[in-house]
């Protein structure tokens, strides 16, 4: 208690320096934010393009539908499939027309197949696992060919790897240039009460006496910029659905973690900045 009401008293004697720590805070947290905010708008844009990814089974014109049903249902209970869909020769025909508008003129009855389409599961997307389950399904007697796009799907998977591990390293960059801008932010707090700090070590206080108010000002600092930064990143966020494109914003969960996530920024820095000081007096 005594210690919050110290770092109440600091903020009270210098306010235009804390306001200026609460700024410079947040708008370092606020480029990280920004970073996490194109995160996981990629992740969604790749997750929609991943839940194309399906397998097609051509099935031969003399197969009976009961064996092509059969044949769904053993599919089916693929631990990989999501959804077994059958599409006629007339569907396939009619979503052709649809899907190639000025070119519906080529297409004409009877010229393409029946086809078995498998969705599969979230998670089971990778090339083995699409691989695997058209491996199975060309076992069937009755289906001519199968096709999933396997160039497509390495790609689309090679992709998603790629952004997950540059994702993480700059995440990791943009935490760290954070952690130092904060440090730094909370350091010119310190020297302000550098003679205070003398003073205090000098009448016997204890490192962690002196520690507390610091780190209970970097707390609040952390938590005030780190609210402000979210401000700052849901106006671009708006800014950007106005006048370019829609995205999504963070859901609760990352709005919360957002605002933890400055407090231990916060409390990080001023842990760093004290103990420098306190090691040089």
Do not use: C
Request: aromatic share 8%; proline share 2%.
């Amino acid at each position: 208690m005594r210690s919050a009401r110290e770092a109440l008293t600091a903020s009270r004697r210098a306010p235009l320096l804390s306001a200026l720590g609460v700024v410079t805070i947040a708008f370092s947290l606020f480029a990280f934010g920004l970073f996490g905010l194109v995160a996981i708008n990629i992740r969604k844009a790749l997750d929609q393009v991943e839940e194309r990814v399906e397998v097609r089974a051509f099935v031969s014109d003399s197969t009976d539908i009961e064996s092509v049903a059969a044949a769904m249902k053993d599919i089916g209970e693929f631990p990989e499939v999501l959804r077994v869909d059958y599409v006629s020769k007339e569907k396939a025909l009619e979503r052709a027309r649809k899907e190639m508008g000025e070119f519906a003129d080529v297409f004409e009855a009877g010229v393409l197949p029946a086809s078995i389409e498998v969705h599969l599961r979230p998670g089971m997307r990778s090339p083995t696992s699409v691989r695997s389950v058209a491996d199975r399904m060309k076992t069937y007697s009755f289906i001519d060919d199968v096709r999933y796009g396997e160039e497509w799907v390495e790609k689309l998977y090679r992709l998603r790897n790629i952004a997950t591990v540059a994702g993480i390293a700059l995440g990791v960059a943009f935490a760290a240039v954070a952690i130092i801008i904060i440090g730094a932010t909370i350091r010119m707090t310190v020297l302000a009460r550098a003679k205070e700090i003398s003073i205090m070590r000098l009448v016997g206080a204890t490192d962690m006496f002196i520690r507390l108010p610091f780190l209970i000002d970097g707390l609040v600092k952390g938590v005030l910029g780190g609210l402000l930064a979210l401000v700052f990143v849901w106006v671009a966020n708006r800014v950007v659905n106005e006048y370019f494109m829609e995205t999504i914003f963070f859901d609760r969960q990352l709005v919360f973690l957002g605002v933890v996530g400055g407090a231990v920024m916060g409390v990080l820095g001023s842990l760093v900045s004290v103990g420098r000081h306190l090691r040089r007096i």
